[in-house]
């Protein structure tokens, strides 16, 4: 099972458009790290991801006294100047080879240039929408209603693109 580090901004579009039970349900490793989580700070995401938290669908990778030191020293060689929690996704998607998912643009390229598979939360849609756990015009609607809402970093001719695509094979 392919091991999935996210970053704060992708949990939070997930709770905000209310698709964690569906991704919690597709069979990734589901993880984050403990800065990250400290980023969510909403009353009701933090309740949602309490829940994966509890049941343990959402692990959490720890950066203890050490980890913390080594995480403080890539973020002083980044050029790209990341946080501390951008900077402690990378590191354990780099240690644990895993996919990283960020909203972040900085992070992306960094984590890219580092030779990470990286991807966002359209890559999310597409990969529910494909196997078929969220039906096409659920993943427009959702979609369309996370674009509206002006508080994600979403690339708006990827989200038309998807939204036309999912309604017009929901017509079909």
Aim: charged share 25%.
């Amino acid at each position: 099972m392919k091991v999935v580090i996210q970053d704060a901004s992708v949990l939070i579009d997930l709770a905000d458009c209310g698709l964690l039970d569906v991704w919690f349900g597709c069979g990734f490793d589901l993880r984050t790290t403990s800065l990250v989580l400290r980023e969510v700070i909403r009353n009701n995401q933090k309740l949602h991801l309490q829940h994966y938290l509890d049941s343990g669908q959402l692990g959490v990778e720890t950066a203890s006294g050490e980890i913390l030191a080594e995480i403080a020293l890539l973020m002083t060689t980044l050029s790209a100047r990341l946080s501390i929690q951008d900077t402690s996704a990378i590191f354990f998607a780099d240690k644990l080879q895993s996919i990283l998912l960020t909203g972040d643009r900085k992070l992306r390229e960094y984590a890219v240039g580092r030779g990470v598979e990286t991807h966002g939360l359209l890559w999310v849609f597409d990969t529910l929408v494909a196997r078929g756990v969220l039906a096409p015009t659920v993943a427009a609607d959702r979609l369309e209603w996370l674009r509206d809402q002006g508080t994600s970093r979403l690339p708006h001719h990827e989200c038309e693109v998807r939204i036309k695509r999912w309604r017009r094979t929901a017509s079909n």
